[in-house]
């Protein structure tokens, strides 16, 4: 399992990220390093690194807030659901034991966990599963995306959409048994049933 410790960078990435997703820095504002820097008490170092990241998965553009429109959030979905297919086909096919415990575990953590668990945990799983790839452009790419699949990881939790660690269980079944077309089947519906969920709380 990995650490739940974060770096500064990290810390300050998440802040950043949150202030865009509550509104507290709105479309299109311009960004001032000194100011922002200052209000998260950091350094600007670890804040141009935060900066750059949010640029990477399109939250900042030519140093302005940028916030995505229900087409970008179809577009990552879209392409999250083609890594994922494929992610859960290999994960399938190549899945030692000793992985599939720790995906078991994950999905026990779901159903067991306090929120900021299940937060984790699904996080994880997820990443699991991509990084069965072994595909560095892809989990790269997945990688580019965490800002808005967090969005909708934190959106699907705290307004509890029915089914979701049910789904994940299923999944493992999938996987366990070698079944990757049921396990690529599972994944796409789950994302899918993310995103309907996702949008209908961020819209209102």
Not at 52 to 77: A, C, G, H, M, V
Not at 90 to 104: G, L, M, R, S, V
Not at 144 to 154: D, P, T
């Amino acid at each position: 399992m990995k650490s739940n410790k974060l770096t500064l960078y990290d810390q300050t990435y998440e802040k950043l990220r949150d202030m865009i997703f509550s509104g507290e820095l709105s479309n299109g504002e311009k960004l001032i390093e000194t100011k922002l820097a200052q209000q998260l008490g950091v350094s600007r170092t670890p804040l141009r690194e935060s900066i750059k990241r949010l640029e990477q998965e399109k939250l900042i553009q030519n140093n302005r807030i940028s916030n995505p429109t229900d087409k970008d959030y179809q577009d990552i979905f879209e392409l999250r659901i083609l890594i994922e297919k494929y992610a859960v086909t290999k994960a399938a096919h190549f899945f030692t034991e000793e992985d599939i415990k720790e995906i078991e575990e994950l999905v026990k953590i779901g159903y067991e966990g306090n929120n900021d668990d299940i937060m984790n945990a699904n996080k994880q799983f997820h990443e699991k599963i991509v990084h069965a790839t072994k595909n560095n452009l892809m989990i790269d790419t997945f990688s580019q995306m965490q800002s808005i699949v967090y969005l909708f990881r934190k959106t699907v939790l705290n307004h509890k959409r029915p089914g979701l660690i049910d789904e994940h269980s299923k999944i493992v079944t999938a996987i366990k048994e070698k079944d990757a077309e049921k396990a690529k089947q599972l994944i796409e519906e789950h994302l899918q049933a993310d995103l309907e969920f996702g949008l209908y709380y961020l819209r209102t």
